[in-house]
Each structure stands twice: as structure tokens, then as C-alpha cells.
């Protein structure tokens, strides 16, 4: 293996362990929301700075490899969806730190079993938790396939998200003086559908990566 | 850049492929057809299809003896002198097939210039280095002598560090300086091809750097066709690369998509430093 083969290497492996990070940083922050956990959210609240430490590490490793190995073909183009990844990785942490957020900054806040129900919010993060996973895996094993399914999820999301503020909307209306905590869960759902974009970022990622593809601002099939 | 063109039509340096009035200086290819070259028994090249437009920069790339330089060789007859040599096939420059009976190999130099990989400046002033090739052609006009050295010392970006001493002796320069007078005489009899065999293997990062400047200023004017082991170097300076491997063509397209995106997994294995 030669020098620029191990320092990809071990790119990877910090990239893979900052992305399971960054997958229990969401489901944690969706599942403290959900349950209204205030511990688990304050959990989530300090590993962002982790999330952080990951970030600056792998944009030091990519900038030394740049400037060290001028990596070309496949292995820049591993270098360059990295970066990009570990940006979009970062947004995503920064969001599940928003959703913990809410509980942390609000103590008092208690949704409505009903809503949460109705809303599809359990489905959302399960969703938006399956895009990272499969995202991961895609990245791990290079296989542009697995990233190909996060395109329709994020449709998919998008759509969760939309018929829920419909039914937020109602709500307040039916119940003006919940509405400080609907829009604390309305917060939720848009932090979460721009997760669901990030996801979106990082499979376009992975297709220049694997197949030097750019799918970027075009339809996706 | 330099009006050399202008220059030799007026002293009527003569082509040696235009003198048999079929050169199109705007339409100059080269054109290899299924090139097959032998060293004796040893099959070095292996059924080569390459063609180049006017202007265009190509960076030969791949591992020792995989024939880049052979191939390199064969553009201006140099493979001529070694005995037991035998070439298939066709190379046309401009339309012509140099490896034609009425080709004159003397001439054919004049039209497809070389640098090779260490400079090699004659025994002689700076001046008569560059002068050389127009003396040895039978121009005998010292103006025009002088303002050709002159031009040809300015386009390879060498006037100013020895425009005061154009009468000391060439191997005063350093190496980087003496590798831009071998190319400022090589261009002094207005090729329309130069061809660089590792042209700056042997300089230091600041000359090397002089050299791919002036190779992107020459491209103005000339084809260049380059053999290189530097990656960054190929990557650098050329518009197209051509990979070779065991004596094949493997890819030859353009530079970005070489260093991008190669077709070929022997491709990408070579240009990032996995094999070769």
C-alpha cells in the first residue's frame, strides 16, 4: 500500500467514526424530543462538540493530503466529496443539537401525545436516521446503489414535512394557547427536513466519489 | 511572443515538407496509424493511433520503457540511428508521411525540434549557440541572424538574464538557463513541432517552473508533445495525455479527464502512483 493509500485510509475511518457519531447525535436528539427525555437531549447538547473536534480534524487531514500527496482521479475525487461530506455532516450534528436544544432551553415544554402522533414525527426521524445509516453505508462500501434510495427518502421526508404543517396550522388554531409548544415541534420538523437535504448533499457526494458523477442542481432518477 | 513565422518568410527559410508546396501551417496534425515499432526483435510499440491538433500541448505519460519516448522519437526520425530498428505503419505531420522515401531527415529536424532531458549546449558563445542552426542551414544575413537569435533567446524567456552577455560562453548558465538556450535554438529555425524528452528532470523547482511557463507561452506559436515522469508536470502543462504501458496506447485523452476521471483502471492505477 503506498503512503497515500493509508492516509485515505485512516480519512475513511475518521469520517466512518464521526458519521456514527453524527447518526446517534440524531437519533438521540430524536428520541429525547420524543420522549421528552431532558437527560438524553443534554447528552446530545455535549457531544456536539465531538462532532466539531471531527470536523476540524478531517479538514486538517484533507488540506495536508492535498497539499502533501496532490492527490488525482478517484483519490481526489475521494478528497473532495469528503470535505464536502464532513460539512454537510457537521450541519446535520448542528441540527440534532437544535432539536436537543429545544428541550434544554425549554423545560417546561410538553407536547401533545396526539400531535406527535398524528404528524408522523417517529417516522420522520426514523427516516431521516435511515438516510444517514444508508448513507454510511454506501460511503463504507462504495457502492453508489445503496446512496441512490436517499434521493426518493428525502422526497419522502419533504412530504412528511409539508402534510405537518398542515396539521400544526390546525392545531393551533383548534388550540391557540399550545402554540408556543407547536412551534417548538413545527422547529423540530423543519430542523429535520434539512437533515433530510444534507442526507440528499452526501449521496450526491458519494456518486462523484464512487461513479464521478455530478448530480448536483439536476433531476434525480 | 515572437514573429518568427513573419521572419522566415522573408528570408525564405525554406520548409522541407513546404517546399513541395503541401504545407498548411493552420491545419499542421500529427497523425500516427497503426505504428509498430521494433528494437530488433523487441516489439516496442504496439499498433499506435495518436494525432494531435496545431497548438495543442501533450504530456506522454507511463512506466520506464513502456515506449513513450520511442514513440516521442519517432516524430522527428531519431530512432533512425539506432541500428536494427524497423517501424510499421505511418506518421504524418501536417498531412505528409515523414517516414516517406523522398522525406530528407535533415529537413524534416528543421520542421519537428528537440529538447532533450539534459541540456546540452554546445562549446560556444550563448549567441552562436542559438545562431547554430540558422549558420548550418546556409543563412548568412547577420541581420537576420541576430534578430532571429534574439527573438528566439526572448520566446524562451531567457533574454533577460543574459542579454548582457550574449558573447560568454553558454556553459556559463546555469542548468535551467542552459535548458532554455536549448530551446531557444531549437526554435530558432521555426519548427512548428518541438518535442521535449523530460525537459526539466534535471532543474530545480524554479527553472523547472521557468520551463512549464515558457511551455505554456510556446503553445501560442507551437505543437509540443512532451515526455514526462512528473504527474504534477504532465497535469500542469499539457491540454491531452497520452498513457502508455508495455508499448500500447492505453488512453490518450484530455489532461482533466486523465487526472479526473480516466476510463481505463490502468489508468488511474498509474496517475495515482499505484503501479509504474
Known amino acids: 500500500m503506498i503512503h497515500l493509500e493509508q492516509e485515505l485510509v485512516a480519512l475513511k475511518q475518521d469520517v466512518t467514526e464521526m458519521w456514527k457519531l453524527v447518526i446517534s447525535q440524531v437519533s438521540n436528539a430524536g428520541e429525547a424530543i420524543l420522549t421528552f427525555d431532558k437527560e438524553l437531549a443534554k447528552k446530545v447538547s455535549l457531544r456536539e462538540k465531538k462532532v466539531d473536534a471531527y470536523e476540524l480534524k478531517i479538514?486538517?487531514?484533507?488540506?495536508?493530503?492535498?497539499?502533501?500527496?496532490?492527490?488525482?482521479?478517484v483519490d481526489l475525487r475521494f478528497v473532495l466529496a469528503v470535505l464536502k461530506i464532513n460539512s454537510n455532516l457537521e450541519r446535520i450534528a448542528d441540527f440534532a443539537y437544535g432539536i436537543s436544544g429545544v428541550l434544554i432551553a425549554n423545560p417546561s415544554v410538553i407536547l401533545d401525545a396526539e400531535i406527535i402522533t398524528e404528524t408522523n414525527l417517529r417516522l420522520m426521524i426514523d427516516q431521516v436516521t435511515k438516510m444517514l445509516t444508508q448513507g454510511?453505508?454506501?460511503?463504507?462500501?462504495?457502492?453508489?446503489?445503496?446512496?441512490?434510495?436517499?434521493?426518493?427518502?428525502?422526497?419522502?421526508?419533504?412530504?412528511?414535512?409539508?402534510?405537518a404543517a398542515r396539521i400544526v396550522a390546525d392545531y393551533i388554531q383548534k388550540n391557540p394557547d399550545r402554540a408556543f409548544e407547536c412551534l417548538h415541534l413545527f422547529s423540530t420538523f423543519r430542523r429535520l427536513e434539512r437533515i433530510g437535504d444534507h442526507c440528499a448533499n452526501i449521496a450526491e457526494e458519494i456518486f462523484f466519489f464512487i461513479d464521478a458523477k455530478v448530480l448536483k442542481h439536476s433531476p434525480r432518477d | 511572443m515572437t514573429n518568427t513565422r513573419n521572419i522566415e518568410t522573408n528570408t525564405n527559410l525554406s520548409s522541407p515538407l513546404g517546399a513541395r508546396g503541401s504545407l498548411d501551417v493552420r491545419g499542421l496534425t500529427i497523425d500516427a496509424k497503426n505504428v509498430d515499432f521494433y528494437y530488433s526483435e523487441f516489439h516496442a510499440l504496439k499498433n499506435i493511433n495518436f494525432e494531435v491538433s496545431k497548438n495543442e500541448v501533450v504530456a506522454l505519460i507511463g512506466p520506464s520503457g513502456c515506449g513513450k519516448s520511442t514513440f516521442l522519437r519517432l516524430l522527428n526520425r531519431m530512432n533512425d540511428l539506432i541500428p536494427g530498428t524497423r517501424m510499421t505503419g505511418s506518421v504524418l505531420i501536417d498531412g505528409e508521411d515523414i517516414y516517406a522515401p523522398n522525406i530528407h531527415v535533415d529537413e524534416l529536424r528543421k520542421e519537428v525540434g528537440m529538447v532533450f532531458q539534459k541540456p546540452n549546449p554546445f562549446p560556444k558563445?550563448?549567441?552562436?549557440?542559438?545562431?547554430?542552426?540558422?549558420?548550418?542551414?546556409?543563412?548568412?544575413?547577420?541581420?537576420?541572424?541576430?534578430?532571429?537569435?534574439?527573438?528566439?533567446?526572448?520566446?524562451?524567456?531567457?533574454?533577460d538574464e543574459v542579454k548582457d552577455k550574449l558573447n560568454k560562453s553558454a556553459f556559463a548558465l546555469s542548468?535551467?538557463?542552459?535548458?532554455?538556450?536549448?530551446?531557444?535554438?531549437?526554435?530558432?529555425?521555426?519548427?512548428?513541432v518541438v518535442l521535449m524528452d523530460e525537459p526539466a528532470s534535471a532543474?530545480?523547482?524554479?527553472?523547472?517552473?521557468?520551463?512549464?511557463?515558457?511551455?505554456?507561452?510556446?503553445?501560442?506559436?507551437y505543437t509540443i508533445i512532451i515526455v514526462t515522469h512528473n504527474m504534477q508536470q504532465a497535469s500542469r502543462v499539457s491540454d491531452k495525455t497520452?498513457?502508455?504501458?508495455?508499448?500500447?496506447?492505453?488512453?490518450?485523452?484530455?489532461?482533466?479527464?486523465?487526472?479526473?476521471?480516466?476510463?481505463?483502471?490502468?489508468?488511474?492505477?498509474?496517475?495515482?502512483?499505484?503501479?509504474?
Request: hydrophobic share 40%; proline share 3%; net charge negative.
Open chain 1, 59 to 73: 479538514d486538517r487531514l484533507c488540506e495536508n493530503i492535498i497539499a502533501l500527496y496532490q492527490p488525482v482521479a
Open chain 1, 136 to 163: 454510511l453505508e454506501a460511503f463504507e462500501n462504495e457502492k453508489s446503489d445503496i446512496a441512490s434510495a436517499i434521493f426518493s427518502e428525502d422526497y419522502q421526508v419533504d412530504e412528511i414535512n409539508k402534510s
Open chain 2, 125 to 159: 558563445s550563448i549567441f552562436e549557440n542559438v545562431a547554430y542552426g540558422l549558420r548550418v542551414n546556409g543563412i548568412k544575413d547577420k541581420t537576420f541572424i541576430e534578430e532571429r537569435v534574439i527573438e528566439s533567446i526572448k520566446s524562451a524567456a531567457l533574454w
Open chain 2, 175 to 192: 542548468g535551467g538557463q542552459q535548458q532554455r538556450l536549448c530551446i531557444a535554438r531549437a526554435l530558432a529555425i521555426s519548427p512548428k
Open chain 2, 203 to 221: 532543474l530545480d523547482p524554479i527553472s523547472t517552473a521557468k520551463i512549464e511557463d515558457l511551455i505554456h507561452e510556446l503553445k501560442k506559436d
Open chain 2, 242 to 276: 497520452a498513457y502508455f504501458y508495455l508499448g500500447e496506447l492505453i488512453e490518450f485523452d484530455k489532461t482533466t479527464t486523465i487526472f479526473t476521471n480516466p476510463k481505463e483502471h490502468s489508468t488511474q492505477n498509474y496517475v495515482t502512483g499505484r503501479f509504474g
